[in-house]
């Protein structure tokens, strides 16, 4: 499906010098209702049509998280797999284009998890996601010190969906700040969701990164926009990405645009070599050193 020979000496060059690891990316929001799940959604449905292969981590509980926005259920689940009561691909969903690993309870748990259980969970996120180009995280709400999320992994690209609004951006920042200065996190790529158009996107973008250039040492990043659209409120009623059930609308070429952006993120030095592996060794480290922030939904 690449249409452009440059692209693809481009992407070729990548897997080459990351020796063809799953690229993983936590999607992020200062505060619920910003619209954090949806672009998780939206985004691996616009990277599948793109012909990349898509893992979604979907660290929150119910309600009205990813697999009941896709009107799925889950009789298994990651903390079963770990728990050894199923193998990895009977946790596995298959949505439109992508797969999705429900890891909710798995996450909550894993500072309660034997050492076996805690194998067997890495061993199953690398199976999952053997063959996979991306894997999008929809990763938990994070308050006060206590339980991991992935987002807090080092070296995992952050990206972060800003609500235009004086509060989501003040929370937004909040979160930005609180990353940058305790997890020492250097760069956020920076989505605005529901807006007018690119000019007001714009203006969220330069407040948020001139306040972060004169008090953090984090650089944020303009990743794009999603418009204002009755066609994404009305495929998110009808359980269907937007790219899949009206694919000429705004936000559906807005999602097309940014999967294409996607690929073209660069390779920041910090991220792990080991993809997921060294993702989950990470946290589980970090879990142990008593430095966690505690997930909330």
């Not at 690449?2 to 063809?20: F, I």
């Not at 259920?73 to 284009?97: F, I, T």
């Amino acid at each position: 499906m690449r249409s452009e020979h440059g692209w693809d000496q481009a992407e070729g060059l990548r897997r080459l010098l990351v020796g063809n690891e799953t690229r993983i990316v936590t999607v992020v929001a200062g505060k619920a209702g910003v619209g954090r799940t949806s672009m998780t959604i939206n985004l691996a449905a616009a990277l599948a049509r793109s012909g990349k292969d898509v893992l979604v981590l979907d660290e929150n509980h119910a309600p009205n998280n990813l697999l009941e926005r896709l009107m799925l259920s889950a009789p298994r689940d990651l903390l079963d797999v770990a728990q050894g009561r199923c193998a990895v691909q009977q946790a596995v969903l298959r949505a439109q284009g992508f797969t999705i690993l429900p890891a909710a309870r798995a996450m909550s748990a894993l500072n309660r998890l034997q050492t076996i259980e805690q194998q067997r969970l890495e061993q199953a996120l690398t199976e999952a996601s053997t063959g996979v180009d991306v894997m999008l995280v929809d990763a938990s709400l994070l308050a006060s010190p206590s339980a991991p999320s992935s987002s807090l992994a080092t070296g995992v690209s952050l990206l972060v969906v800003v609500d235009a609004t004086v509060s989501g951006i003040t929370e937004s920042y909040a979160l930005i700040k609180r990353l940058a200065l305790e997890n020492a996190r250097l760069r956020f790529e920076i989505v605005v969701n529901r807006v007018a158009g690119s000019r007001e996107a714009m203006t969220v973008f330069d407040n948020m990164a001139g306040v972060a250039r004169r008090h953090l040492a984090a650089r944020l990043e303009y990743f794009g926009y999603i418009p204002l659209d009755e066609k994404l409120k009305r495929a998110t009623q009808l359980g269907r990405p937007v790219v899949e059930a009206f694919p000429a609308s705004l936000s559906a070429q807005a999602y097309a645009g940014l999967a294409q952006r996607f690929l073209h993120l660069p390779i920041e030095q910090s991220e792990p070599a080991g993809g997921i592996s060294s993702m989950m060794q990470n946290l589980m480290k970090q879990m142990r050193s008593g430095k966690m922030v505690q997930v909330v939904n």
